[in-house]
């Protein structure tokens, strides 16, 4: 009988244990979804405002209900993206090592391309007509 209470006892200290630490979590899941949800309503609610302040007396459009501008945050968002925040998380392989910083060399000199308007307007026009009409005689 000694031996059953024991095992007993274990097995409600652990269901306690068990509680105490998923009790907190569950209801920190259920916070977060709830925030997540209260947030989607306000920013639709807030883009609803500005547009129907903004929109109508700039450029005579109509205003709009809560809905059709959770429509247009979303199409918006569509069209544009979530966007990465700044951060080199969403950057693309290509796009990190071809940055700016490190692709000195390999950018054009652009100052060889002052006197371009002047050289076609003078010569270039001619120039590349004769080349036309020698391609042309080559086929």
């Keep these: 009988m ?24 569950i209801f920190k899941i259920f916070f977060m979804v709830l925030m997540g949800v209260l947030f989607a309503f306000l920013v ?3 883009v609803m405002r500005l547009w129907n302040w903004l929109m109508p007396d700039l450029f005579g459009l109509v205003a709009i209900s809560y809905w059709q501008a959770v429509g247009i945050l979303l199409l918006a968002k ?12 969403g950057k693309s392989s290509h796009k990190k090592r071809f940055s700016a910083k490190k ?15 002047k ?3 003078e010569e270039g026009e001619t120039a590349y007509k004769k080349y036309v009409e020698r391609t042309k005689l080559e086929e």
């Design 103 to 117: 692709c000195g060399p390999l950018r054009r000199d652009f100052t060889k391309w002052e006197l371009y308007d």
């Design 44 to 46: 639709g609610y807030v």
């Design 78 to 89: 569509l069209f544009f993206g979530f966007g990465n925040h700044g951060s080199d998380k």
């Design 2 to 25: 000694e031996h059953d209470d024991t095992i007993e006892k274990k097995i409600e200290r652990k269901i306690e244990n068990k509680l105490k630490t998923m009790v907190p979590k």
């Design 119 to 121: 050289f076609w307007e």
